[in-house]
């Protein structure tokens, strides 16, 4: 009997596969444990013939709340190799979304943060309940959302990207609608289950070979120089990781105080 903690569950049905992250008590933060078995997950359903579909959902208020650094230095990983490896881990989930050959439909109800959104941005559908709230907060770290800004920028509108990758504040689902980086938001858990059988009755209609060659058709502007770009941006977190700015950021943050370059209004 294996000791490892089950953080993501699987069960598959009417040609469905349901992935549920199941750490709720670190906010479903991507642990390298919950990334292998999330792209386990995803390979399985890829490799399965009678899956004609993926749904990403989660337990707990929380989706995803991004790159779980703390796991990785507690692992005796340095600062500078822990911000490598939650970024290599991030950029390859990402295209495991876009390359998987079948629908990626993300569900949530709950907040999404840092690496969150970059699930949410290579997805192919996003519906979101009432509890959602989204955050692109790096700025206010000192930092940039390197990495997930490949798939960011290629969803969100250009407009809703210049304020909230440079504001940092909180927005809700009709807001992420509008900004093009989810499909449709529910007020209701009712409204949102209803949207979701409406997506699966669609593709449950749909043939394997339709579904492949129609989801290539939106992902191939995103893997042409996906690993190029993700390797770029990742170099450029690294740097800000580095930085005194960034130090101040994160010390302040654990502080629960402002960081030494927050301006007033007053």
């Known amino acids: 009997m294996s000791d490892v903690e089950e953080l993501v569950r699987t069960a598959t049905e009417a040609a469905v596969t349901n992935i549920t992250l199941d750490s709720p008590a670190n906010r479903n933060a991507l642990s390298s444990t919950l990334v292998r078995q999330l792209r ?13 579909a993926v749904v990403l959902t989660h337990t707990g208020g929380t989706f995803c709340a991004g ?5 990785a230095l507690n692992r005796g990983l340095t600062p500078e190799e822990a911000t490598a490896e939650v970024g290599a881990a991030m950029s390859q989930l990402m295209r495991s979304f ?3 050959s079948k629908p990626v439909i993300v569900v949530l109800d709950g907040h999404v943060r840092a690496g969150g959104l ?18 692109l907060t790096e700025s206010r770290l000192g930092l940039a959302p390197s990495i ?4 960011l920028l290629a969803k969100m509108t250009a407009r809703a990207a210049g304020r909230y990758f440079l504001t940092g504040e909180t927005f809700d689902a009709p807001a992420a609608v509008a900004a093009g980086l ?5 007020d209701t858990a009712e409204d ?3 949207q979701v059988d409406a997506v699966l009755g669609g593709v449950r209609k749909a043939s394997p070979q339709g579904l492949a060659a129609s989801k290539a058709l939106t992902t191939a502007a995103l893997l042409d120089g996906f690993d190029e770009a993700t390797a770029a941006r990742a170099a450029e977190s690294m ?13 302040a943050f654990l502080g629960k105080r402002p960081p030494s370059w927050a301006a007033s209004a007053q």
């Not at 997930?148 to 798939?151: A, C, D, H, T």
């Not at 989810?182 to 529910?186: L, N």
């Open 40 to 52: 386990e997950a995803l390979d399985a359903a890829g490799a399965d013939p009678d899956v004609r």
């Open 67 to 71: 790159a779980d650094l703390g796991e």
């Open 98 to 100: 876009l390359e998987l």
């Open 118 to 135: 970059g699930l949410v941005g290579a997805a192919d559908i996003v519906l979101a309940g009432p509890a959602s709230t989204f955050a």
């Open 148 to 151: 997930i800004s490949v798939v």
């Open 182 to 186: 989810i499909t449709a938001s529910a």
């Open 192 to 194: 949102l289950q209803a």
């Open 239 to 251: 740097a800000l990781f580095s930085s005194e700015e960034a130090r101040e950021g994160m010390q």
